[in-house]
């Protein structure tokens, strides 16, 4: 099976579903050298692939399969 970035995914033609706590990212260091939070960044992200790319639920239990 071949597994896509969602945004790869839409430009396919697809609509991806990800699963937000099957999510995870890292603190980084922003160009001004403050610190951004993981927990920022994790919603940034999830809220981006919502806004441009495809659905985003909280839990797999969610997925209604």
């Known amino acids: 099976m071949r597994q896509l970035h969602p945004q ?8 991806p579903t990800v ?6 990212t890292r603190p980084l260091t922003a160009p001004d050298g403050g610190e951004v939070p993981a927990t920022a960044l994790q919603s940034a992200a999830l809220t981006t692939i919502t806004d441009l790319f495809g659905l985003v639920v909280p839990t797999a239990d969610d997925l209604g399969c």
Not at 19 to 24: G, I, N
């Open 19 to 24: 699963v937000a706590e099957a999510t995870a």
């Open 8 to 15: 790869g995914a839409f430009n396919l033609g697809y609509r």
